[in-house]
């Protein structure tokens, strides 16, 4: 067994760790409080170089009964796209979950529209009208953008990672070839 009790913990690294802690949380706190400007948000950008709306509309999202997704266009309650039971449409569940789950959490109207809006600098954002949350769906990936920008034009979006639906959209010599499966 080794003898602990003549060593002593060195003193500078105590005080380079606090002196550590005590920058960030003076830097975070500045932030914070308004004394340093923080970056500003992608909506804040946008607003200040007055990029224009390409295209936007709104939607309201609901469960039928059999677990199906209808998206409906706010303004003529007619139904945009359908995700059936069992779809590979995860992202867009998610985002709905969590915007019911924020509208829970703010007590904000339930039923309130959302905005799909494509910007001339390629962004494309949806807004929640009940809460006044903006999420920018670029920051999820291009297969994710893909599926709401589907929506936005009134088009089933495109299942990822589905290899029937990819055979489907090869040239037939290819999908003969593929299905064949590896030599």
Do not use: C
Not at 73 to 80: L, M
Not at 155 to 181: T, V, Y
């Amino acid at each position: 067994m080794s003898d602990f009790h003549n060593e002593q913990f060195p003193v500078g690294a105590l005080y380079a760790a606090a002196g550590l802690i005590g920058i960030s949380l003076l830097a975070v706190f500045s932030v914070r409080l308004g004394l340093v400007e923080g970056r500003p948000t992608a909506p804040e950008v946008r607003a200040a170089k007055q990029v224009a709306v390409v295209t936007e509309r709104e939607f309201r999202f609901s469960d039928r009964e059999d677990g199906a997704l209808v998206i409906a266009d706010a303004a003529t309650d007619e139904p945009v796209v359908i995700l059936e039971p069992g779809s590979n449409t995860g992202f867009i569940r998610g985002v709905m979950r969590g915007l019911m789950r924020e509208r829970m959490l703010k007590e904000a109207e339930r039923a309130a529209p959302v905005r799909v809006t494509e910007w001339a600098d390629g962004a494309l954002t949806l807004t929640d009208l009940g809460t006044g949350r903006i999420i920018e769906l670029g920051s999820f990936g291009p297969d994710n953008r893909r599926a709401f920008a589907a929506i936005l034009a009134g088009e089933q979006p495109p299942i990822p990672n589905n290899l029937p639906n990819l055979r489907a959209s090869l040239p037939a010599s290819a999908a003969k070839s593929d299905a064949k499966g590896p030599a």
